[in-house]
């Protein structure tokens, strides 16, 4: 009887980070279970889409793919039934949805008619091991957060820093999915042909598969733009899904799982994790030259000063620093900020003089005006704040009225974020409400 797989080992461990993360920082599990109530209906539909729009490959009519999915389902150790259709596409791809209309499991199956054509067994059998993948992880439940309203070019349904996890996540979902199709075909040169068919729609008298020549790729992108802003996309850039692909074939958790390794040399569950957190840096939005990179040390570090400068740090105006840092330069903007007053300032002075040998006029305009967007999201421009910031322009040769222009500017775009007076009245009317409503007073919480 065949072992059976323990799942825990084949997920990457990037993927169950980013669930736990978004459950844990973000409670999307009530929303999620809310979305899933009228989950039903919607896999009515697409099962009715299938009937209209594609033909239904019963053992009879197809006994090839039928054998191919019994062989996937014994690879993997599941018993799951399928209903499989052919849909109508010159792309290769498939698509496995779970049918909640079923009281046992069941799934309903779409192959292209370009992949049943152009695939061969293995290769399909992976894709399909990659399809099932996501729902043995249960990484569609999640899908749910993606935003389908068309009037709203957010791509989910969380706040900023939120979506960016969520983006960064499903990457690392597809590492996991592309494990399980691996062992779903039990041959790693057919799991990384069928990854290069399904992207580029390519045959095989067109494929030389060389992984390291493929990853050289990412080597000599890592200072163009369109790396980062590949990190936007919902998979990872192929070269990384193969060579990530390539170290789980040769890693003790594919071992024990049913994969036989070609290679001798077993990498261990956690040299392997490692090598492919490494991997997916490469995908993280992150500054992709020296003067942006500087450019964004220099706004963290002077925000930080003007934040302190009068004494007082609310929160609402270090969110407002914190939104600077993700919306300009990288998604895990807290790594970028420095609290010990010393190193700020020793850091500051590093990152001003690089800008200076570096950078250009409208580099340190950039500058200028982050720190004045954040000197007036408290809702006032203290004198202290205005001090700092006019520091840090006049040692980047910027003029006082630049200065005060940008301000200006600053205060004409965004506004004065916080309204005193509001949260004032609102504070008030909070503490009285507690009160009349017999709970425990609390501590005033807002701007002043």
Known sequence: MKKAIDWDAIRYRGDTEGVRELHDVYRVEHYLQTYEQGQRQLDQNIRDKFLANSIRLSEQISPRIFAIYRGVCENLGLDIGAEIFCTPSSEVNAAAILDTQEATDHCLIGVTSAAL????????ASILGHELGHFLFKNHR????????????????????????????????EISADRVGLLACGDFASAARGLLKATFGLSDRNINLNIDGLLAQIDEAKGSRELMNASFESHPLLPIRLKALELFSRSENAATNGYVPVSRDRLSADALEDAVDNLMRLTARYPDTPISQTVMRTV?????LVLAADGDISEYETKIMIEILHRYFTDEPEKEIVVDTHQLREQLDIALKKVNELGGHDDKV????????????????????????LEIAERLGLPARTVHSVFVGAAETVGFRVDVKLNRVADELRRSLRVGCGLAPVERSTPR
């Open 117 to 124: 054509e152009k695939l061969e067994d293995a290769e399909i």
């Open 142 to 173: 999640l899908n749910a957060l993606i935003n389908e309203a068309k009037d709203n070019p957010a791509v989910t349904v969380l706040p900023p820093l939120g979506e960016s996890l969520f983006l960064r996540w499903r990457k690392k979902a």
């Open 300 to 304: 963290a570090l002077g925000g930080v």
């Open 366 to 389: 950039f500058i200028v005006s982050r720190l004045a967007d954040i000197a007036l999201a408290d809702g006032a421009l203290m004198s202290e704040e205005g001090a700092i910031v």
